[in-house]
Nanobody, 126 residues
Framework: QVQFVESGGGLVQPGGSLRLSCVAS?????????IGWFRQAPGKEREGVSC????????YYADSVKGRFTISRDNAKNTVYLQMNNLNPEDTAVYYC??????????????????WGQGTQVTVSS
């Protein structure tokens, strides 16, 4: 059974940092997959934040997070991370990780992703 479990969310003050983790089970983070982070704020659509192509190391970041967020992976731990720095209230959302097992577009659109985690809440507030 394929499963992704996100963790690392929480309450942080503006300007603070968090590192989200996404652990895959029943699924190996193979080089041919794309791993993405998405977020969904209350009343808004789910949006792509960042994704990683392990095959060639390509990365994508939404304009709103460029220079602040960094996506990375640890094959040995079957884990993908999202380091989030200089957080602001607009980053408040539930964050999800997902995998696209057959990458046909870059960055893969939301509906191309095959496996999703349950999400972790990130709240940025003073």
């Amino acid at each position: 059974q394929v499963q992704f479990v996100e963790s690392g969310g929480g309450l942080v003050q503006p300007g603070g940092s968090l590192r989200l983790s996404c652990v895959a089970s029943g699924f190996t983070l193979d080089y041919n997959y794309a791993i993405g982070w998405f977020r969904q704020a209350p009343g808004k659509e789910r949006e792509g934040v960042s994704c990683l192509s392990p095959k060639d190391g390509s990365t994508y970041y939404a304009d709103s997070v460029k220079g602040r967020f960094t996506i990375s992976r640890d094959n040995a731990k079957n884990t993908v991370y999202l380091q989030m720095n200089n957080l602001n209230p607009e980053d408040t959302a539930v964050y999800y990780c997902a995998a696209d097992v057959i990458v046909t577009h870059w960055p893969p659109p939301l509906d191309q992703y095959d496996y999703w985690g349950q999400g972790t809440q990130v709240t940025v507030s003073s």
